[in-house]
Nanobody
């Protein structure tokens, strides 16, 4: 079982910055893609940014140039540096990871895990 724990959300004024962090733990053999998604009230969950194990990144058009996803493969962590925050960035942010779990010292099964979510509120 692989768990994701997020931290770093909060209240910030428009134009400000926040950094979200997510740490994966448990029976991990390898992690393929790590990423951040968000869900605003009354809206569907949407992709914010992802990063592969090789470092390839993908961003939603709405955050390009403002957000940066950073991954540390050695520590199984991913962070999201959010700058120039706007009202429309207000949402619950969720960390996601997929990869292969470990059992008895060997690769076992594919996994997909989500964090519990952390709230980001941008006030104008």
């Amino acid at each position: 079982q692989v768990q994701l724990v997020e931290s770093g959300g909060g209240l910030v004024q428009a134009g400000g910055s926040l950094r979200l962090s997510c740490a994966a733990s448990g029976s991990i053999f390898s992690i393929n893609v790590m990423g951040w998604y968000r869900q605003a009230p009354g809206k569907q969950r949407e992709l914010v940014a992802t990063v592969s194990s090789a470092g390839s990144t993908n961003y939603a058009d709405s955050v390009k140039g403002r957000f940066t996803i950073i991954r540390d493969n050695a520590k199984n962590t991913v962070s999201l540096q959010m700058n120039s925050l706007k009202d429309e960035d207000t949402a619950a942010y969720y960390c996601r990871a997929d990869g292969t779990s470990l059992r008895d010292g060997a690769p076992y099964a594919n996994f997909e895990s989500w964090g519990q979510g952390t709230q980001v509120t941008v006030s104008s």
